[in-house]
């Protein structure tokens, strides 16, 4: 007999901002999963926070780049099961458009952060690759 009980989810928020240029900025992660990989700036939602405003906040604390939260737009859901190595998790991706790359200070999750060209990214945690793909070509999540 199987189960119909499904593991809990856990929400996440992710910000992907893109530049007039062309760069994106990216932060190399401070802890499992994927220690040490390049990832966009995101987190766990808090309680009380909406989406949208933990993908604003987590991109302040990750990188020092502060997007007021109505210059985003809601990208859509990426849940994939499997997408995160701790279990079932989704993440509500949002993008923005700045006009020139802010200098970036890496901080709390954030060994490192700095802007990448949309045409040479590194090697990418979870599927960030894809959401990338999604917010530069207009696509949007499943």
Same mark, same amino acid.
């Given at each position: 007999? +199987?189960?119909?009980?499904t593991p809990e989810t856990i =929400?996440?928020? $992710? ?9 994106? %900025?990216?932060?190399?992660? &401070?802890?499992? %999963? ?6 966009? %700036? ?14 604003? &906040? ?22 994939? %099961?499997? &997408?995160?190595?701790?279990? &079932? ?18 901080? $709390?999750?954030?060994?490192e952060a700095r802007w990448f060209?949309?045409? @040479?990214l590194p090697e990418l945690a979870?599927?960030?690759? =894809?959401?990338?793909? @999604?917010? +530069? =070509? ?5």
């Open positions: 007999m +199987t189960s119909n009980i =929400r996440t928020a $992710d910000a992907v901002v893109l530049s007039a240029d062309g760069h994106i %900025p990216l932060i190399k992660r &401070r802890w499992a %999963p994927f220690e040490g990989c390049w990832a966009l %700036p995101g987190g766990h939602i808090d309680a009380g926070e909406t989406d949208l405003a933990a993908a604003a &906040r987590e991109l302040a604390e990750e990188t020092g780049i502060t997007v007021p939260a109505h210059e985003f737009w809601q990208m859509g859901a990426y849940d994939e %099961p499997g &997408r995160d190595p701790r279990g &079932r998790y989704e993440t509500i991706a949002y993008t923005a458009t700045v006009a020139e790359p802010l200098t970036p200070t890496p901080d $709390d999750d954030a060994l060209p949309l045409d @040479d979870f599927d960030h690759h =894809r959401i990338i793909t @999604d917010a +530069t =070509r207009g696509g949007a999540g499943v």
